[in-house]
């Protein structure tokens, strides 16, 4: 299991990958890396008209991860009144969502889940029941007629 500080680290290079980070230097500078998905942002929205973007997103963290992730980049996240709390809607271009914003969030949720997942697991071990795997799975009886 990677510690908290591996996987802080592991976010911060998936945010470098995404703002071009071409040097080491680059790469390990997690501010310099937001700032220049922002002016990727600002560039996008000079050259294209924003557009509204739905997102449904069911698991809470990812909500919390995606709408967090849209206002560093200076996005303003919103749902509509009587829209489901799992509805995100944003406007940005169109480029910027399709090759940054979406890919971005769908990494940074991977590993997060993938480190939540470690820990469930390794607490329920250790304080439940050690056999975590899923339910058997077995035929189902003969009907009667």
Known sequence: M???????????????LYAGAKTDGEKSAAGAAAERIRVKFENASKQERA????????????RQLFIALCRRYGIKPFRYTRMHRQTVIIRAPASFVQMTLWPEFEELSSALTAHLDEITTK?????????????????EPRQLR
Do not use: N
Request: net charge negative; hydrophobic share 35%.
């Open 123 to 139: 607490i329920i071990r250790e304080e439940v029941h050690e056999a975590t795997q899923d339910a058997d799975e077995i035929r």
């Open 2 to 16: 990677i510690s908290e500080d591996q996987l802080r680290e592991k976010l911060r290079k998936i945010e470098a």
């Open 51 to 62: 557009e509204e973007f739905k997102f449904s997103i069911t698991d809470p963290w990812s």
